[in-house]
């Protein structure tokens, strides 16, 4: 400092000084123009790999999504191939019935008594009858 008149400071220290202390800032988060240089220098790694990532995260998404309509075609599929096996095994029940009705209505016709029915427990593989 240049002390002219008894150690007082001159104009020109003045007025740098007094630039010194507006371009002073005392809060980082104050200011804009500091951040927008900051934002505009970050290196193009981040967003290389920001881009990556989300990249990455979309070829996942797509993927599970063919996985969805895969299984839900699977599960269609099994759902009809349910379906099917329980009316088979209902008419497998009807069959039985209505095969131990004519086998009764044959028994009956014949006069087959009931200890052949027990003994033979109804089936037709050359019991001999036991009247």
């Known amino acids: 400092m240049n002390m002219d008149h008894g150690g007082a400071p001159s104009k020109l220290e003045d007025s740098v000084i007094d630039d010194s202390v507006k371009?002073?800032?005392?809060?980082p988060h104050t200011h804009k123009s500091a951040h927008a240089s900051v934002k505009l220098q970050r290196p193009s790694g981040n967003r290389v790999a920001v881009r990556k990532y989300r990249e990455k995260k979309k070829a996942q998404n797509a993927y599970l999504e063919q996985e969805v309509k895969k299984l839900?075609?699977?599960?269609r599929a099994l759902i009809r191939k349910l379906q099917l096996q329980a009316a088979l095994g209902a008419e497998a029940v009807r069959l039985r019935k209505l095969l131990m009705d004519l086998k009764s209505?044959?028994?009956n016709e014949l006069g087959v008594s009931r200890v052949y029915k027990q003994s033979c427990n109804g089936s037709s593989d050359g019991c001999i009858r036991s009247d």
Do not use: A, D, E, Y
């Open 72 to 75: 839900r075609l699977v599960n």
């Open 23 to 27: 371009n002073r800032r005392t809060c």
């Open 105 to 107: 209505r044959i028994g």
